[in-house]
């Protein structure tokens, strides 16, 4: 209750909204304005409140109000969108105190003024007085009161408010009020101090009873703390309805880290440049395990570079007794016998010069002796050549995803024709596994008077992952290698 025409505090929360929580609003006093409307009268500026404590009791202002009216009302309007005031405090009163003014109708008596000053005559000799003064002689005629207008005492007395039930209360003046509360037995400013009574301002709801407190024992009783140390044991879970939390101050920083000067931006340009690189690699999985597709290359500038120790006996290897030094005088001679070989070359091969000793007329003995009497029509025919041994470095061949394996080859002074080849595409670094063979089906071989072409063609089922691979033709006809090169298959988009 706040009396009419008395200056009292009051308590106002600031909120700020915007958020995903409502956050106490700090330092806004001075956007804050408060009004208060009196019975049927127009809202009335009474200016702006003051904070109380921004740390301690963050959104915490007051103001002080004095009403005038029967019927009054507050409002505090925030000068920003987004930020809600609401009135807060706890207001204490003495009880049944009335609202009149002091002094006036309906209101508290004053020491010093009527009524009280009426008590002229000390309690205890009231009733005495009131009989002795009742029975005194009357030694004149008397008018009391308003008689004369037709009122009897009673009915007076009544119109003045001295009701029956205010006259038995009379009957508690019986001694004196300060016999009531001896000055023994009474709260002395010592005791009864303005800071312990501070504290029942605390009791703002009901006070727990014992049945509560020894539920409460019996629930701390139930906690178990770590050993050696004063940790309880708790079992943690996920706070899944988030509705009511907030973060406290400490935390106001964290809200708007990124306009902060210690925040770096991400250098989002060279993170799309290291992108755009590693979107390059292409990757093959071998045995479950993927593998960056490399071409390997030679250092040429060696320089910075150093052998472990464990390279220490290569560096020494000839001063080792295991070493054997090479037999040059062999090497020389067998050097001067090489140096004597004449080539020829035909097509892409080097075949050695040689002279044969032919004995014609020991072979023209040997057919006139099969001959003997029966003439024999002798037809010779050249032998289809077969070539032995035949090797060419066949380049590399660059394909692509989603496409047949198509290449073709020409082969000089060899005929190829119904030779069974195959086509071997394998590691470099796994050089015994092949990862696709395409069987002979799928060649076709045509002669000319020069060569051999030789064609492939394969389904896209024959085709390996995006990478770099070494591949051989191999003859089974000769069991050879007849050609040998390198092949680079690249990602490709496929027809939508």
């Given at each position: 209750m706040i009396h009419k025409s008395i200056s009292r505090v009051i308590f106002l929360r600031a909120f700020d909204m915007t958020g995903d929580y409502p956050v106490p609003k700090t330092g806004y006093a001075s956007s804050i304005t408060v009004y208060k409307v009196e019975d049927s009268g127009t809202p009335s500026s009474i200016g702006n409140p003051s904070e109380v404590d921004a740390t301690n009791?963050?959104?915490?202002?007051?103001?002080?109000?004095?009403?005038?009216?029967?019927?009054?009302?507050?409002?505090?309007?925030?000068?920003?969108?987004?930020?809600?005031?609401?009135?807060?405090?706890?207001?204490?009163?003495?009880?049944?105190?009335?609202?009149?003014?002091?002094?006036?109708?309906?209101?508290?008596?004053?020491?010093?003024?009527?009524?009280?000053?009426?008590l002229d005559a000390s309690i205890t000799n009231i009733p005495q007085s009131v009989?002795?003064?009742?029975?005194?002689?009357?030694?004149?005629?008397v008018t009391v009161g308003d008689y004369s207008s037709g009122k009897a005492p009673d009915e007076l007395m009544n119109a003045h408010g001295y009701t029956?039930?205010?006259?038995?209360?009379?009957?508690?003046?019986?001694?004196?009020?300060?016999?009531?509360?001896?000055?023994?037995?009474a709260l002395s400013n010592t005791i009864w101090t303005d800071a312990r009574a501070a504290k029942l301002d605390y009791l703002v709801g009901s006070v727990a009873t014992q049945a509560d407190v020894q539920d409460i024992a019996q629930t701390v009783a139930k906690l178990q703390f770590q050993e050696g140390t004063n940790y309880v044991l708790a079992l943690a879970k996920t706070v899944e309805d988030k509705d009511g939390y907030s973060l406290t101050s400490a935390y106001d920083r964290a809200k708007t880290a990124l306009s902060y000067t210690e925040y770096v931006t991400p250098d989002n340009t060279s993170i799309s440049q290291i992108k755009t690189q590693t979107d390059k690699f292409a990757f093959q999985q071998i045995d479950g395990t993927d593998y960056v597709l490399a071409v390997a290359k030679t250092v040429e500038d060696k320089e910075g570079y150093s052998l472990t120790s464990a390279y220490d006996r290569a560096k020494t290897a000839l001063a080792y007794s295991e070493y054997v030094a090479p037999d040059n005088t062999s090497i020389s001679q067998i050097k001067a016998q090489t140096d004597k070989l004449a080539f020829q070359q035909i097509g892409d091969t080097n075949y050695v010069l040689a002279l044969?000793?032919?004995?014609?007329?020991?072979?023209?003995?040997?057919?006139?002796?099969?001959?003997?009497?029966?003439?024999?029509?002798?037809?010779?025919?050249?032998?289809?050549?077969?070539?032995?041994?035949?090797?060419?470095?066949?380049?590399?061949?660059?394909?692509?995803?989603?496409?047949?394996?198509r290449a073709s080859?020409?082969?000089?002074?060899?005929?190829?024709?119904?030779?069974?080849?195959?086509?071997?595409?394998?590691?470099?670094?796994?050089?015994?596994?092949?990862?696709?063979?395409?069987?002979?089906?799928?060649?076709?071989?045509?002669?000319?008077?020069?060569?051999?072409l030789i064609r492939v063609e394969a389904d896209d089922a024959y085709m390996p992952p995006p990478g770099l691979y070494n591949y051989v033709i191999r003859d089974e006809s000769i069991d050879s290698v007849i050609l040998a090169g390198t092949l680079e298959v690249r990602q490709a988009p496929n027809v939508q």
């Open positions: 009791c963050p959104g915490l202002y007051r103001i002080s109000i004095t009403f005038g009216g029967d019927s009054n009302a507050i409002y505090a309007k925030a000068a920003d969108s987004g930020i809600v005031i609401e009135i807060d405090g706890i207001y204490a009163n003495t009880g049944a105190i009335p609202s009149a003014s002091a002094g006036q109708s309906g209101g508290l008596p004053v020491i010093g003024a009527a009524p009280l000053t009426n009989w002795a003064y009742a029975t005194r002689g009357l030694t004149q005629p029956t039930a205010r006259a038995i209360k009379l009957d508690n003046l019986d001694a004196t009020i300060t016999s009531r509360a001896p000055a023994s037995t044969a000793d032919v004995d014609e007329q020991a072979i023209a003995d040997a057919v006139v002796e099969a001959m003997q009497d029966e003439l024999i029509q002798v037809i010779v025919t050249p032998a289809p050549a077969t070539p032995q041994h035949i090797y060419t470095d066949a380049g590399t061949i660059v394909l692509h995803t989603h496409e047949k394996v080859w020409y082969l000089s002074g060899v005929d190829l024709r119904g030779h069974n080849l195959y086509m071997i595409v394998y590691l470099a670094s796994n050089a015994g596994k092949a990862i696709k063979t395409i069987p002979p089906e799928n060649f076709t071989i045509s002669y000319d008077t020069e060569g051999s």
